[in-house]
């Protein structure tokens, strides 16, 4: 059974702080990774996607990936309460098959 | 570019009765997945398809199927409606159905059964 594993949180943090998203998955063939934030009520947002081991970064978003270590993390800079929502880890392995999502994180930022 | 558009956005069912609800995707995109989100579970993926051919299905049972047309569009249906069937239905596209390629959601359809 192939797993991707997040803290539920909630995951406090004050505005303007950098907060940590962490996600471990079971699946040693997985290729590609995804970031989704979901807001109450709302579906989810793609934010990031990356396929290759370091880091990728876009505006205050960088995500990193070990695949060593089976894991991919997000990290949100200079944190806004607007980022208080869920936010989902997704991995596909290389082949025909579909993402496995995990059943997220959820931030709160504080003002 | 329009994104993903799913059809009704909400509705409201009684057991026993069958459900059709609608995806397209964007433009130019082949392959459509199928999630149920609720609470307890999470996002659980249904089944996805590309180029009118289903690629893969999750756990769910044979109440809950799909199809693909030739242009992308694609439905699910849910049969026999029970109570735990309540979930917000989401569709998600993507460029094909090889790994590495992103899905975009759509705002979902959100069943109520009663």
């Known amino acids: 059974q192939k797993e991707v594993e997040q803290n539920s949180g909630p995951l406090s943090v004050p505005e303007g702080a950098i907060a940590s998203l962490n996600c471990t998955y079971s699946?040693?063939?997985?290729?590609?990774f995804f970031w989704y934030r979901q807001y109450s009520g709302k579906s989810p947002e793609l934010i990031m996607f990356?396929?290759?081991?370091g880091d990728k970064e876009d505006g205050r978003f960088t995500a990193q990936l070990n695949k060593a270590s089976q894991y991919v993390s997000l990290l949100i800079r200079d944190s806004q309460p607007s980022d208080s929502a869920t936010y989902l880890c997704?991995?596909?392995?290389?082949?025909?098959?579909?993402?496995?999502f995990g059943k997220g994180t959820r931030l709160s930022v504080i003002a | 570019k329009a994104g993903v558009t799913q059809t009704p956005r909400y509705l409201i069912k009684t057991r026993g009765q069958q459900v059709t609800l609608s995806c397209s995707p964007i433009?130019?995109?082949?392959?459509v997945s199928w999630y149920q989100q609720t609470p307890g579970q999470g996002l659980q993926f249904l089944f996805e398809?590309?180029?009118?051919?289903?690629?893969n299905k999750g756990n769910f049972p044979g109440r809950f199927s799909g199809r693909q047309f030739s242009n992308s569009r694609s439905e699910m249906n849910v049969s026999t409606l029970e109570l735990g069937d309540s979930a917000l239905y989401l569709c998600?596209?993507?460029?094909?159905?090889?790994?590495?390629?992103?899905?975009?959601f759509g705002p979902g359809t959100r069943l109520t059964v009663t």
């Open positions: 699946d040693r063939g997985s290729q590609s």
């Open positions: 990356i396929y290759s081991n």
């Open positions: 997704a991995v596909r392995n290389s082949g025909n098959t579909p993402l496995v």
């Open positions: 998600a596209s993507s460029l094909g159905a090889s790994g590495g390629h992103e899905q975009y």
């Open positions: 433009s130019g995109h082949r392959s």
């Open positions: 398809y590309f180029s009118e051919t289903q690629r």
